[in-house]
């Protein structure tokens, strides 16, 4: 069992930065792959991107290529999502999420624990 939760979202100007964090609880983070999904009002939650268990390997959505980034440190148990240049279009509540598996998914239902979600508003 995995207890996520996020913190870092708030409300920036288009063009800035903001960085996520997402603390686990629970035994074994290590072997978890880990992933960053958003939801828009009214949308489906998106993949955003993801990480694998030792962090030797990462995907992104061709969204946020090149603008985020997604790093782990084991020792902390913690995820994080670094936002540049960010757009109204980010505009989401952000979800991390754990998977039971070394390797990472990019689609929701492969993800088995999710945190209460963080959001992050961008204006224009």
């Known amino acids: 069992q995995v207890q996520l939760v996020e913190s870092g979202g708030g409300l920036v100007q288009a063009g800035g930065s903001l960085k996520l964090s997402c603390a686990a609880s629970?035994?074994?983070?290590?072997?978890?792959?880990m992933g960053w999904f958003r939801q828009a009002p009214g949308k489906g939650r998106d993949f955003v991107a993801a990480?694998?268990?030792?962090?030797?390997?990462?995907n992104y959505a061709d969204s946020v290529k090149g603008r985020f980034t997604i790093s782990r440190e084991n020792a902390k148990n913690t995820v994080y999502l670094q936002m540049n240049s960010l757009k109204p279009e980010d505009t989401a509540v952000y979800y991390c999420?754990?998977?039971?598996?070394?390797?990472?998914?990019?689609?929701?239902?492969?993800?088995?624990?999710w945190g209460q979600g963080t959001q992050v508003t961008v204006s224009s």
């Open positions: 629970g035994r074994s983070f290590s072997s978890y792959a």
């Open positions: 999420a754990a998977r039971s598996s070394n390797w990472y998914g990019v689609t929701a239902y492969d993800y088995n624990y």
């Open positions: 990480i694998n268990s030792n962090g030797g390997s990462t």
